[in-house]
């Protein structure tokens, strides 16, 4: 008998999966109020582009959704098998994947992390918008260096960005992973982008960090504000 493990590392599976969320998701996108803030981010956050989008890992299920289809974007997703259905779901949600995963600290020799690194200055390089969590494996809310080595790297701004949906199931897991659930309100939270220098020594590559941790922290919680409606947001698309 097939175990779980084996049934979901079948390509036919995954595919089958990825397609599942990705119309679910669309139906969550389609049916939720969402309020942005600010207000005008998409007349202000083009004048920066291409930029680094940050999400906190496990709140990041909508994100496709913010890329308007004249911004060429790219998300970069874990090799992990469970990784392989989120990247069939991104790409038939139009957003191109680069597969691989951060690091603690600014070693990419781990988990693909340098051909990763490598592809997103790249991208960035040719005028792609990047997303990414930036959270370390397995250490919620906490930023690593490794966006910010990608900041410094590229010269391209971080935007630390949030989406919240006022129905939702948080799972009890690493990440509180929130799954988001159709027909409510929403929110989509962007906060000041954050520039490294190419010349960051160690302590201000430390400064960022705290500062795309910080940037990120204040996002969500903004988000959560306005989608449960304690902040007085009022709703436009």
């Known amino acids: 008998m097939l175990s779980l493990r084996h049934l979901t590392s079948s390509p036919r599976v995954q595919k089958a999966f990825g397609l599942t969320a990705a119309y679910y998701l669309r139906l969550v996108w389609n049916t939720t109020r969402i309020t942005y803030e600010p207000a005008d981010a998409y007349e202000r956050i083009p004048k920066d582009m291409p930029i680094i989008a940050a999400m906190w890992h496990g709140q990041h299920l909508l994100m496709p959704f913010i890329n ?97 949906t006022h129905r939702r199931y948080e799972l009890d897991n690493w990440d509180r992973t929130a799954i988001n659930l159709p027909f409510g309100r929403g929110a989509a939270v962007a906060v000041a982008p954050i520039h490294v220098p190419a010349d960051a020594d160690a302590a201000t590559l430390e400064l960022a960090r705290r500062a795309v941790e910080e940037g990120l922290n204040a996002a969500t919680s903004r988000a959560y504000e306005i989608a449960d409606g304690s902040a007085g947001g009022r709703p436009r698309g």
Do not use: C
């Not at 991208?123 to 397995?138: F, I, Q, R, S």
């Open 68 to 164: 308007r289809n004249k911004y060429r974007s790219k998300v970069l997703i874990s090799r992990h098998r469970d990784g392989e259905v989120n990247a069939i779901a991104a790409e038939n949600l139009g957003v191109e994947t680069i597969r691989g995963s951060g690091s603690h600290s600014a070693d990419f020799s781990k988990k693909g992390g340098v051909l990763a690194f490598n592809a997103i200055v790249a991208a960035l390089k040719d005028g792609y918008n990047v997303a990414l969590t930036a959270d370390v494996p397995k250490v919620a809310r906490v930023a690593g260096l490794g966006i910010v080595k990608i900041a410094q790297m590229s010269g391209r701004p971080i935007y630390p960005i949030a989406i919240a």
